[in-house]
């Protein structure tokens, strides 16, 4: 048989948008297991979005694929933060901002609860002794 004989049939890869890099499909992944960990032992994570080699279309492709959820905060502490659950609670895109509105950061937290929205004791403190002044002045 001759090489001319054998059918030879080009199989053209899925068109991709532009831009995407192939980066982005892997965290889908890493976050299944962070999500487990979560689960089995209560440990959070936290993936800094800004140190991985990702285009805007690969940011844009993440946060389409993880979804929106039920919650958003926004803090306005020295700028914007905004951590916004994703479609997959535990999951939370979160965003920090400067004083000028540019991005500084994006992190992707696995938690219950992000971090930064929980309160510190020493704020929970000045909160209690503010509600006893309030009191003492009835």
């Given at each position: ?6 059918p ?32 089995a032992?209560?440990?959070?994570s ?9 285009t ?10 993880l ?6 905060v ?31 950061s ?17 704020d929970?403190q ?9 009191i003492s002045?009835?």
């Amino acid at each position: 048989m001759s090489l001319d004989a054998i059918p030879i049939h080009v199989i053209n890869p899925p068109p991709t948008e532009p831009g995407l890099t192939g980066n982005a499909p892997p965290l889908l992944r890493e976050l299944s297991e962070l999500v487990k960990r979560l689960l089995a032992s209560g440990e959070t994570s936290a993936i800094d979005l800004s140190a991985l080699p990702l285009t805007p279309a690969d940011l844009d492709w993440l946060q389409d694929k993880l979804g929106a959820g039920e919650i958003s905060v926004t803090l306005q502490a020295n700028g914007e933060s905004t951590l916004n659950e994703t479609a997959c609670p535990g999951i939370w895109w979160v965003t920090h901002h400067n004083e000028q509105g540019a991005v500084t950061s994006q992190f992707i937290e696995v938690a219950f609860v992000p971090e930064l929205v929980k309160a510190h004791p020493e704020d929970v403190q000045t909160g209690q002794e503010y509600l006893e002044l309030l009191i003492s002045d009835l």
